[in-house]
C-alpha cells in the first residue's frame, strides 16, 4: 500500500495525534515509558485569578519548563524564582536528572543562568536577527 502526502488546512489534535502515535510507540520500545506527567504553578491574584505561572511537564528523567509568564506588574517581585524552585522541588522529587527549557534573547537567559542554569545549546535567528537558547540545570 502506498502513502501519499497530505497537508491539512488546519492541523487539529487528531492530526498529532497520528503523527506522535507510531513515535511513542517506537519511544517506548526503546527507553520505556516516558511516564509524561503535566506540571502547573500557577499565579492566583487576591480575587482567585490566574495572572500567569509556569506550564511544563515531567519527561523521561527530566522536568521540561514549556513556559513560565509573570506578567510585568509584578516583575521583580520573586514570583519567577518562586516558581522556579517550585519546579525544581517537584522535579527532585519525582527523582529527575535536571530540568531543561528554552527562551529567546530578548527574554530571560540572564535569570535562567542566575538559578544555575547552563547554556547547552542555541538557534541563531530565531526570530530573525534573535537566538533561542537551550538551558539545562543538572542536579548533583
Known amino acids: 500500500m502506498a502513502l501519499r502526502l497530505t497537508i491539512p488546512e488546519s492541523p487539529s489534535e487528531t492530526d498529532r495525534d497520528a ?22 504553578i500557577l499565579l492566583t491574584d487576591e480575587g482567585g485569578d490566574h495572572v500567569g505561572g509556569l506550564w511544563g ?11 513560565l509568564a509573570v506578567p510585568e506588574e509584578y516583575r521583580g517581585g520573586n514570583y519567577g524564582t518562586a516558581l522556579m524552585q517550585g519546579a525544581e522541588r517537584i522535579a527532585r522529587a519525582d527523582n529527575c536528572v535536571g530540568i531543561w ?6 527574554q530571560a537567559r540572564g535569570f535562567y543562568e542566575k538559578l544555575g542554569f547552563e547554556l ?15 538551558l539545562r540545570k543538572r542536579f548533583r
Do not use: C, M, S
Open 19 to 40: 503523527v506522535i502515535a507510531p513515535l511513542r510507540a517506537y519511544n517506548i520500545r526503546q527507553a520505556g515509558d516516558p511516564r509524561i506527567r503535566p506540571v502547573a
Open 57 to 67: 511537564k515531567l519527561v523521561y528523567d527530566w522536568l521540561f519548563v514549556e513556559l
Open 101 to 106: 527549557l528554552d527562551t529567546y534573547e530578548f
Open 120 to 134: 547547552f545549546g542555541a538557534l541563531d535567528d530565531h526570530p530573525i536577527g534573535q537566538k533561542r537558547f537551550f
